[in-house]
């Protein structure tokens, strides 16, 4: 069931990103790396941020968009707030919190 969770959030993650930078034909995937593979700068993942805060009703702390390298680092690290059996996720997060479930 967590593998299904994990993969429904990467699949608004997905179309989070899309809607965002306005990107319907670009191939993304959970390995996509921002900068590497987009091409995105720190103002384009600003927005990306705001748009997964809107979609998942989260608050995402400021410097989320300087440590997430990647879709798979925002899957994770989501699927972790939002599915978290205790009431009010901790926002404070490490990169290796950003994993996606295997």
Request: charged fraction near 25%.
């Amino acid at each position: 069931m967590t593998e299904a969770l994990n993969q429904r959030v990467l699949s608004d993650v997905i179309a989070a990103i899309r809607h965002a930078l306005c990107l319907p034909d670009v191939p993304i995937s959970a390995a996509t790396r921002f900068a590497e593979d987009l091409g995105l700068d720190s103002l384009d993942l600003v927005e990306v941020a705001m748009e997964l805060e809107a979609r998942f009703q989260v608050e995402l702390p400021d410097d989320f968009g300087e440590r997430c390298r990647s879709v798979a680092q925002i899957t994770g690290y989501l699927s972790q707030c939002y599915f978290q059996d205790a009431p009010e996720a901790e926002l404070e997060f490490e990169p290796a919190d950003f994993a996606l479930a295997a």
